[in-house]
């Protein structure tokens, strides 16, 4: 069933953070430390306020930047520099996974809220380095965040994304309506499940749910 439901897709679109690797290597506890960091610096507020500002900007924005940039006109290149620069060694290489990803017929990238730099040293870090065909950040949606539809519609027309034969993979449900919207094969991918309509699969097996597929 598993198979058939994806027998016509020619362009698989991966998420990266808690999609392309598990969220027990906690790499956002880090990030969110440097993103709070970064909040009390250009804003000039408290830490309690500025983790406060994080949090709400992200929850009304799509990611604490868009807050930044449309709220306090905040510079968007160093932002992603600094919030990013962390270590990577909470994670592995995942052989199977890059096995299964490759295997898979047509076009495979990846688009992520993060930058694409620090996506391809994430991947490095997975061992799925050359995996992928393309990897777009949000400096390629113009830093329009997902789960706005006119970021998902830069990067795909971008890359040649034709939306009816394709996929989306990604842990934040939220992030999976505009793709169900545009006719795309949807998978949550995370530990619970969200029975949101937009969803057609769930998995918290990203390696094993595509082995199913190829």
């Not at 160093?78 to 995942?94: E, F, K």
């Not at 997902?146 to 994304?161: C, I, Q, S, Y």
């Amino acid at each position: 069933m598993v198979k058939a439901a994806f027998s016509d897709v020619r362009h698989w679109v991966f998420d990266l953070d808690h999609t392309l690797y598990p969220p027990s290597a906690r790499l956002f506890d880090l990030i969110e430390v440097r993103m709070t960091a970064y909040v009390m610096q250009a804003l000039g507020v408290e830490e309690q306020q500025a983790d406060r500002l994080r949090k709400q900007y992200w929850a009304e924005h799509g990611t604490t930047l868009a807050g930044l940039m449309r709220e306090h006109d905040v510079d968007p290149g160093p932002y992603l520099t600094d919030v990013h620069d962390i270590p990577l060694d909470r994670l592995s290489p995942d052989p199977q996974l890059a096995k299964n990803i490759r295997a898979l017929p047509g076009r495979r990238i990846v688009y992520t809220n993060g930058c694409a730099p620090y996506a391809e040293r994430v991947l490095e870090a997975r061992g799925l380095a050359g995996v992928f065909d393309a990897v777009y950040g949000v400096e390629h949606a113009d830093f329009m965040p997902k789960p706005d539809h006119a970021a998902f519609e830069k990067v795909f027309a971008r890359d040649g994304v034709q939306t009816k034969t394709a996929a989306m993979f990604e842990d934040d449900p939220r992030n999976l309506k505009a793709p169900h919207a545009m006719g795309m094969r949807t998978v949550h991918v995370a530990d619970q499940a969200d029975n949101g309509d937009h969803i057609h699969f769930h998995t918290d097996d990203l390696s094993g749910f595509l082995a199913r597929i190829i």
